[in-house]
């Protein structure tokens, strides 16, 4: 709404009208004069200056974006024979990445299911559904999650309830008598599943954490 | 000439307001709209100002850290003289702004007022439903607590679920490979700045249109709304029998917004901040995370989709919801506005509010969720029990410590996710509760693997007395028929096995 356009001029009757009438053929849009062609050249600068810094923010702004390889390390759970053989234990570990202001955030937690002298199954605390810290009963054998009801069996296998698949498992290796996963990101469908044929061919609610 | 009057000339001489603020005030409505039902939008936005005044208030304490956000809020509520009052205030004032803003946007639906020329301003207000909501969500990760933290899991995992880009958008979405402090610091920003500011300007682009094109007439039946004449049919009634919006409109909007920051005072006052729960710390897993009030209805949704569902539902409906909002104006932009003659937008409207109100309350029990303490917890009423044999009363033992009374009630305690078995005797022979067990099926696990034989055993004999007095339990008819068969001397007819 301009100025002129007002129905009601301030009581000072002093208004300043601005100019709004072309006041020479240099402003008539139509023609090609000096000033058009310099406001196009200064559009045209601070396009071009828009695009070259648009390519920093967005990288920046991508940074988090990495490959899984870029957070995951190999993290010890302590020594293998912490595990009882034929036992399901609920241990935490420390983020391999880490801010120095992420508090307790960083502390993840894990079932380690021993399943022979070599043979154990890391499970990802998250269930498959929708993330949500899953329990597990020792008396039952079963893991339970507390927000949409899915369970799953010892061995990870779905039992139950709305996830699609058994939950997340870590890679691990014993080294030294130690215990290691490796870990860094929250386990999910995108940097997990695609993996699940190739790390347990056929086995379904088997994969690595790993991407 | 007064002091007063030339400090006002002084300054009008320089900010030059009269002219448009005038405008804007005296611009002439139709008489029908100065109602009560037109109050919601300024309720909103007075909303909107308190959320900002208070938020900027909290601010002033916050420390959006992973490591210290949950603290600096426990502070807020119990060192800062009234900081739990302000908490209170920015909580309670969410919750009421998402409401008005859901009740603006159905009464405008209700009234037509989205019909031509007013399509953009409904667009504009289907992104401020979205920012308002955007606010409620990044509000409740602010709160940095256990409930935030596994919320923000559930965003994860609905990420993650994207086709060839769910793992990058994750990593943006956390600001890192897992929920920590570089997650609250861009859900910080998101709150602060980025959608308060989109949201802020959205909403007076919002206000400009409704003062550029006018207070929605009140809808009568019969009068259409044409493109042709619309505008002028709107002018002639606006102009032949309106009133100024101030201050025969305006009053309403007034006592309303006034009435509406009082219940939210009180609601603060009476009840208090909400959390912070438990601490943010991901290896403390006992714990039952539940979205804020406005979300409970997608917790509800996601409880009840099959798995072969999930992906596809949880992908292509907030699409499809959004696209059919904004897609309103576009295919009922004409026409009837009175809801006495628009019997599929009423139908429609009551079914989303009903659907809405189902799943909320749902949710505020979920009946879907395990009750992860009832085997421990919840005790046997005595007549279950009464001249019960001790293998009975070893069943029982083994129901409770099996945890099948996490999803199955008894007695009216435990869990909802499978059926009360309180009378599960009548409903299932000894063969068939035997073969549940054992093979689970539907939403039951398989205990074949996790009970010995004599554990099922007694479990079946407990599971066989669970029938009302008076009331026997289930047989198999054709079992008896050739049990009876055999007991009789041969020749005579009998079931076959």
Redesign the interface.
Known sequence: MSQSDSPNPPSAGTEIKPAGEHTSDQDNPAVVSRRWLLLKAGIALNGLVGVALAVPIFRYLLGPVRRDSYYNSWVSLGAADNFPIGETRLVSYRNPFTRSWDGQTDDIACYVRREGSAQFRVFAINCAHLGCPVRWFPQSQLFMCPCHGGVYYADGSRASGPPERGLFTYTYKIVGGELQIDAGQMPTLSNTAKLVQIATPGKDGDSSCRG | MSRLKRIY?WF??RL?L???V??VVLHKVPRDTASWWYVFGSAAFTLLMLQIVTGILLALVYVP????A?NSLNILNHQIPLGWYLRALHGWGSDFMVAVVFIHMAQVFLFGAYKYPRELTWTVGVFLLLATLGMAFTGQVLRFDQDA??GL??G???????PWI???????L??????????LSRFFTLHVFVIPGTLLLLALVHVWMVIKLGINEWPMPGRLVRRSTYIADYNKLAHEDGIPFVPGAFWKDLIFSGAVVAAVAVCAAVFGPYGPGG?????I?????KPDFPFLWI?AV??Y????M??PFILVAPILMIAGLLAVPFVAGEGEKSWHRRPVAILALASVAVAWAVFTNLATFTP???H?NA?SGDTLPVRYLEEATPLVRQGAVIFQ????R??HSVGGHGGQ?GPALDDVATRMTVDQLRFKVVS?G??????G??LSPPEIEALVSFLETLHPKGQSPAIDAAQQAVENAAASPPGSQGGTP
């Open positions: 000339d009008e001489l030059q009269e002219g448009p005038g405008e850290s992973g490591a210290q949950w933290y596994w899991g559930i994860v995992f609905i990420m993650s679920r994207v769910g793992g990058g958008l994750v990593h943006l956390l600001g890192g490979p897992v929920i920590a402090g570089a997650t601490q943010p710390d991901p290896s897993i006992q714990t039952v995370p917790y996601l409880s989709l099959p798995p072969s999930e992906t879907w969720s395990p992860m085997w410590a099996k945890q099948c996490n999803c996710r689970g539907g939403n039951m696990p398989a205990y693997k996790n």
